[in-house]
């Protein structure tokens, strides 16, 4: 079946605008996460939902960084004025279950690379 | 801080076992320990996940220290398609979190 998808893969933008990251989980999954990645490094966590209900939002760097999940399915990552620092790859991932359940297990997406000119 | 520490980077033969370490000190009662991998220019999938008793798939296995403070991710026989960074991550129980750190850089030599 299809994976998690997003969108768009890659972004270019001047400093000082707003993006919007989109991120289609799997089908039913009822959990979603976003996560942050520079080169070289690990995926850092910025976020995650349960359904429609943001649980988690201690990653988020600043509150420049917005995550919405309005219908506990698509979900939208809004970065308001951005800055060089925020380039990066910001990647979804979505689980079958509940965030915290014994046998999750994240599906990611491709990412969206984000270049902040 | 750090959550877990792995070696930067290994080598291995093909068709030959690895064995990928992980130290987890501060690891509490209730957190699990997961095991991911990230393929060049892909996101990472996931491998194996156990919280005490070592585990068996057919990707893997892991095996997980009597005390927990480290475990230890089995490839039996390493393929060209086994080179990826491995994140040895622990999933805080109290907090649904998955620290990556930066992983191990498996190199597999023809």
């Not at chain 1, 600043?62 to 990066?88: H, M, V």
């Amino acid at each position: 079946g299809a994976g998690v998808s997003q969108s768009p893969r890659y972004k270019v933008t001047k400093r000082g605008q707003d993006v919007a990251l989109r991120c289609d989980p799997i089908s039913g999954h009822v959990s979603l996460y976003w996560y942050r990645q520079a080169l070289g490094q690990g995926p850092e966590f910025l976020t995650y939902f349960n359904y429609e209900a943001q649980q988690d939002k201690s990653g988020l760097p600043n509150d420049r960084f917005s995550a919405e999940r309005p219908e506990g399915s698509i979900s939208t990552l809004t970065i308001q004025r951005t800055e060089q620092r925020d380039s990066a790859m910001y990647r979804c991932a979505s689980s079958l279950r509940l965030a915290g359940a014994a046998q999750e297990t994240q599906y990611f997406g491709p990412g969206t690379r984000l270049l902040v000119l | 801080d750090a959550k877990t520490t792995q070696p930067n980077s290994m080598e291995s033969n093909e068709e030959e076992p690895v064995h990928l370490p992980c130290n987890h000190s501060t690891i509490s009662g209730t957190d699990y320990i997961h095991w991911y991998r990230q393929l060049p220019s892909q996101g990472p999938e996931y491998v194996i996940h156990g919280l005490t008793s070592n585990v068996n798939n057919r990707m893997a296995s892991l095996a997980i220290a009597e005390d927990r403070k480290s475990s230890t991710l089995i490839l039996h026989r390493a393929t060209l398609r086994d080179a990826a960074v491995y994140y040895c991550i622990l999933r805080v129980n109290t907090g649904n979190q998955f620290y990556f750190g930066t992983g191990t850089s498996l190199t597999v030599i023809p």
